[in-house]
């Protein structure tokens, strides 16, 4: 049946001996793991190998799951250890108490370095035979949106857990952490809508900071401008760079070569408080308030970044969805009409997030939905920003226009 395959591998673990070479200890870590994520246990089996030229030797083992199964190999002599998890669904879905199991072996071994990916396993009805599984992102405890997806590539980073699959409806798409991050299809509706209103807002941008935006598109839709002499990329996690230049061309577009383009990778917020530049615009290409990229959203750390804002500059970030978390985007937009004078809030549709997506730009003077049409046409022809596939002038003051339910959600 069709479920959730799981692999570790381990390099250089610190952990106790004994869990490379007891195999009561190894069976004992797996028995609790097991039961303090869900899965059941049937019976398992392990054998210990002799020594080898005076090495002491690993063990093999194999939980049987009523879900499937554990597998678990050690290698003493290098510090190494590979792991599998695999789950059907029969019943329901077991892949987050697969994660579960996989993330707590793989904790009590603490290696310094880990390779792992997931494998969606095709369901072998006879009614789905060729038919690509589902992934999912949870909206809330309630919602939930898929898309069928294959060829899944997971690894751990230093970081979080980056995935990148093909799907039918968009192409190459990446996931951090679980939630999808963008895509080579649809990736216009985020980047286009956080980078040019704005952009095109600001009589003449030239100095930019993104915090994040390690898949490059951000930046790309930025330095369209022709006024814009610098943008640094302030990206945590090298290996969502890494990933993007190799598997995400139609979202970045090759703006790794273009010489006004600085990447730091680290901190953004160390960066943020070291830096003596000052930006025009700050864009925070992050991941959602609600994970670990939450304190880049308190008050506290919009006003170091205010700090760093030229005058008439520009904050811009997303607030989450005003239909599946109206109470994350209340609080955020109070908490930025705290540190900005001017908060304008507005929003997009963006077909891989599965919903209306709220946005904002924040300053002490820029009020971008004040600037009429023909400025925003006449400032865009000006400045040689073409190949747009959603943004245009007459867009600009509709994405402004604020359905009621979303007006209420962030009236001061």
């Given at each position: 049946?069709?479920g959730?395959?799981?692999?570790?591998?381990?390099?250089?673990?610190?952990?106790?001996?004994?869990?490379?070479?007891?195999?009561d200890?190894?069976a004992?870590?797996?028995?609790?793991q097991?039961?303090a994520s869900?899965l059941t246990?049937?019976?398992?089996k392990?054998?210990k190998?002799p020594?080898?030229?005076?090495?002491?030797?690993?063990?093999t083992?194999?939980v049987?799951l009523?879900?499937s199964?554990l597998?678990?190999?050690t290698w003493?002599?290098?510090g190494?250890v590979?792991?599998?998890v695999?789950?059907c669904?029969f019943?329901?879905d077991?892949s987050?108490?697969a994660?579960?199991?996989m993330d707590?072996?793989v904790?009590?071994?603490?290696p310094?370095?880990a390779v792992r990916?997931?494998l969606?396993?095709?369901?072998?009805?006879?009614d789905?035979v060729?038919q690509y599984p589902?992934v999912m992102?949870?909206?809330?405890d309630?919602?939930?949106?898929?898309?069928r997806?294959?060829n899944?590539?997971?690894?751990?980073t230093?970081?979080q857990?980056l995935?990148m699959m093909?799907?039918?409806?968009?192409?190459?798409?990446?996931?951090?952490?679980?939630?999808?991050?963008?895509?080579?299809r649809?990736e216009f509706?985020?980047?286009?809508?956080?980078?040019?209103?704005a952009?095109t807002?600001h009589?003449?941008?030239?100095q930019?900071?993104?915090?994040g935006g390690g898949?490059?598109?951000?930046?790309e839709?930025?330095l369209k401008?022709?006024?814009m002499?610098r943008v640094?990329l302030a990206?945590?996690?090298?290996?969502v760079?890494q990933a993007?230049?190799?598997?995400?061309q139609?979202v970045?577009?090759?703006?790794?070569s273009?010489p006004?383009?600085?990447?730091?990778?680290g901190?953004?917020m160390?960066?943020?408080?070291?830096?003596?530049?000052?930006f025009?615009?700050i864009v925070m290409?992050l991941t959602?308030?609600?994970?670990?990229?939450?304190?880049l959203y308190s008050a506290?750390?919009?006003q170091?970044?205010?700090?760093?804002l030229?005058?008439?500059?520009?904050?811009v970030?997303?607030?989450g969805?005003?239909?599946?978390?109206?109470?994350?985007v209340?609080?955020?937009?109070?908490?930025?009409?705290q540190t900005?004078?001017q908060?304008?809030?507005?929003?997009?549709?963006?077909p891989?997030?599965?919903?209306?997506?709220?946005?904002?730009?924040?300053?002490?003077?820029?009020q971008?939905a004040s600037?009429?049409?023909e400025?925003?046409?006449?400032?865009?022809?000006e400045?040689?920003?073409?190949?747009?596939?959603?943004y245009?002038?007459d867009?600009?003051g509709?994405l402004f226009?604020l359905?009621?339910?979303?007006?209420?959600?962030?009236?001061?």
């Amino acid at each position: 049946m069709q479920g959730l395959h799981l692999t570790a591998d381990l390099y250089q673990c610190a952990c106790d001996q004994a869990l490379m070479i007891c195999a009561d200890t190894i069976a004992q870590l797996c028995r609790s793991q097991t039961h303090a994520s869900g899965l059941t246990l049937v019976d398992d089996k392990w054998v210990k190998f002799p020594e080898w030229q005076g090495q002491p030797g690993g063990v093999t083992g194999t939980v049987l799951l009523a879900e499937s199964h554990l597998a678990i190999h050690t290698w003493p002599e290098t510090g190494n250890v590979t792991i599998d998890v695999y789950v059907c669904n029969f019943s329901g879905d077991n892949s987050a108490k697969a994660q579960k199991l996989m993330d707590g072996v793989v904790a009590a071994y603490a290696p310094r370095d880990a390779v792992r990916q997931q494998l969606w396993r095709g369901d072998i009805s006879t009614d789905t035979v060729g038919q690509y599984p589902w992934v999912m992102e949870r909206l809330t405890d309630d919602a939930a949106f898929g898309l069928r997806a294959h060829n899944v590539q997971r690894s751990q980073t230093p970081f979080q857990t980056l995935e990148m699959m093909d799907t039918p409806s968009f192409g190459r798409v990446m996931r951090l952490d679980n939630c999808f991050m963008t895509s080579e299809r649809d990736e216009f509706f985020y980047h286009e809508c956080m980078a040019h209103p704005a952009a095109t807002a600001h009589p003449r941008p030239q100095q930019a900071l993104i915090i994040g935006g390690g898949d490059g598109g951000m930046a790309e839709e930025l330095l369209k401008h022709n006024t814009m002499q610098r943008v640094v990329l302030a990206e945590l996690d090298e290996a969502v760079i890494q990933a993007s230049k190799e598997q995400l061309q139609a979202v970045h577009n090759g703006v790794w070569s273009d010489p006004r383009l600085q990447l730091q990778i680290g901190d953004g917020m160390a960066y943020v408080d070291t830096t003596s530049e000052r930006f025009d615009l700050i864009v925070m290409d992050l991941t959602d308030p609600d994970t670990p990229a939450g304190s880049l959203y308190s008050a506290p750390a919009l006003q170091r970044m205010q700090r760093v804002l030229n005058p008439g500059g520009a904050l811009v970030l997303h607030l989450g969805s005003p239909i599946f978390h109206p109470e994350q985007v209340r609080n955020l937009t109070a908490t930025l009409r705290q540190t900005f004078a001017q908060v304008a809030c507005y929003g997009v549709y963006v077909p891989l997030y599965g919903a209306y997506w709220g946005m904002a730009v924040c300053s002490d003077t820029l009020q971008p939905a004040s600037v009429g049409a023909e400025v925003i046409a006449q400032r865009l022809a000006e400045r040689g920003v073409g190949d747009l596939q959603y943004y245009n002038a007459d867009i600009h003051g509709a994405l402004f226009a604020l359905p009621n339910y979303y007006r209420k959600l962030v009236q001061d």
